[in-house]
């Protein structure tokens, strides 16, 4: 083992000089010197005449080519990638510790020269100020793994070349004011549909418009995360949808007509977002959906019907909204007992009879929002500690004893309706930190949000492993652990134990 780690710490330091010895090459030079041109608040130390040796800000490459672009508003960010030393078949891992283009106030608009970079895999541009129309020029980027353009003031329409990236893995344009309607190909066009190799679409907080078109989702595609929120989407859910395997999140848009009845055989999704839109007949069936954890359904329109039973057999829910969705008739006492279950919120709906939440409930549970509903008795056989809310309900008029105490709202009411909390609010991370927003490897960004599968470092890690552009699946543990010990600020120290 001592011999093997020596050997790979030999092979570490001789790419670093190879890499150091390497001139830009003259086009990906050429440029980059455009996009100083055309940029404002560059970094100050993109200067001279060759990035690669002269380590230009968020600038990395390899074999004097431009294969990583990165912008953003965290402070480092660990970038892992392979190489195919000499055609022998070994990988060798090198990680590279470098920090980001960290001007705040970078701006400027994207040029169609950014498809000269032929050996970008990775373009991350987040958290800036660039403006104008995403170049279609981009779709000329064989290579590229990473697009995340999220966080800026990019307008115009998604561009159709876009589904020519035959390689990519995650397609991050949120936060913008994109408009227009979801590209998908035809005879003559490529379009969104032909990603299929991209797991996560974020598009959310943008001024998308039109339907979501069914030919998005196919059983060719390994799409895991499809996160739409906060546009203009018309028109009813696609019942492709249920291809996507983990997280949905359609909430605050326009969307109508009934949510598909596939729905329910979903059973590797964790989370549901369809709050806030026009969603009618009947309440959707949940009931094989036995790992969702985050529900959202709150201000659709559906059909007046009883509360679902099968909300009591979800074991891993912990967040069930559904203010104002014409439910009616009894809180089965079921439900408070989920061992999970933490909040609640049933507000603004037709809840009837007496509330009996049991003496068994949930030790998680914190919040019983029940305003606004014809709830006329409460039991209390447990006595729950935690906030329940009745304010608005016949049981409150004239009541005395356990049932006033819960008629009045805390001093500090939230608001009626929120998202998810966001965990993820970048910070000032430490030398030897990385730029996931909590300064661990816990999490990845999604716009302004953490993915909501929770996952180890090593996983987080091999997401950005890169080879020939294709995403690794497997890295040997070991493997990781040693080459992680073999970098200090960017550099490899002089010890590698076996």
């Known amino acids: 083992m001592m011999g093997r780690g020596i050997m790979l710490f030999l092979l570490v330091g001789l790419f670093q000089f190879l890499v150091a010895e390497a001139a830009t090459d003259p086009q990906d030079f050429a440029v980059l010197r455009s996009f100083k041109t055309q940029w404002q608040n560059i970094p100050p130390n993109w200067v001279g005449s060759d990035p690669c040796a002269e380590g230009w800000e968020g600038i990395l490459c390899t074999d004097s080519r431009v294969f990583s672009m990165y912008v953003s508003f965290s402070c480092y960010f660990f970038c892992l990638f392979l190489v195919d030393m000499w055609n022998m078949g070994k990988l060798l891992i090198q990680q590279f510790h470098f920090s980001q283009l960290s001007t705040m106030g970078l701006s400027g608009q994207l040029s169609g020269d950014i498809g000269f970079l032929s050996e970008l895999q990775t373009l991350i541009l987040v958290g800036c ?60 066009t490529t379009g969104l549909d032909m990603l299929t190799h991209t797991k996560h679409f974020y598009f959310g907080k943008n001024q998308l418009s039109g339907a979501i078109p069914d030919q998005l989702f196919s059983s060719d595609m390994k799409l895991i995360h499809v996160l739409f929120e906060d546009n203009q989407f018309t ?49 959707p069936d949940l009931s094989g959906m036995q790992v969702l954890n985050f529900v959202d359904l709150s201000n659709n329109t559906f059909d007046v019907s009883d509360f679902p039973t099968y909300f009591s057999t979800l074991k891993s829910l912990t967040t069930l909204e559904a203010e104002n969705t014409n439910l009616q008739g009894l809180l089965p006492s079921a439900l408070f007992v989920l061992p ?89 991370c430490t030398n030897g930190q990385s730029s996931s927003p909590n300064c661990s490897l816990g999490g990845t960004m999604i716009g302004d949000e953490c993915e909501s599968t929770s996952r180890s470092e090593e996983q987080v890690l091999v997401e950005v492993l890169v080879v020939s552009g294709e995403v690794l699946d497997e890295v040997v543990s070991e493997d990781v652990k040693l080459l992680l010990m073999m970098s200090v600020s960017g550099e490899a120290v002089g010890e590698v134990k076996g």
């Open 235 to 283: 028109g009813s859910i696609p019942a492709t949808l249920d291809l996507c395997t983990l997280l949905r999140r359609l909430d605050r848009n326009l969307l109508s007509g009934n949510v598909p009845t596939n729905l329910k055989n979903l059973t590797s999704v964790t989370e549901l977002h369809f709050a806030n839109n026009d969603l009618v007949v009947p309440f």
């Open 340 to 428: 999970q279950l933490q909040t609640l919120n049933l507000k603004q709906n037709m809840l009837n009879g007496t509330l009996d939440i049991g003496s068994s409930f949930s030790d998680q549970l914190e919040l019983i929002d029940l305003q606004s509903n014809f709830i006329t008795g409460y039991v209390e056989r447990g006595g729950y500690p935690n906030e329940l809310r009745l304010v608005d309900n016949p049981v409150c008029k004239g009541s005395i004893g356990l049932a006033a105490k819960f008629c009045h709202l805390p001093t500090h009411s939230p608001p009626s309706y929120s998202t998810p909390p966001n965990a993820c609010v970048p910070s000032l």
């Open 129 to 188: 100020s660039f403006s104008g129309p995403i170049p279609s020029e981009i779709g000329s980027l064989p290579k590229l793994v990473f697009l995340s353009l999220n966080s800026n003031s990019f307008n115009g329409n998604i561009p159709p070349t876009i589904g020519s990236l035959s390689s990519l893995y995650r397609l991050d344009l949120a936060d913008n004011q994109l408009s227009g309607s979801i590209p998908v190909s035809s005879e003559n």
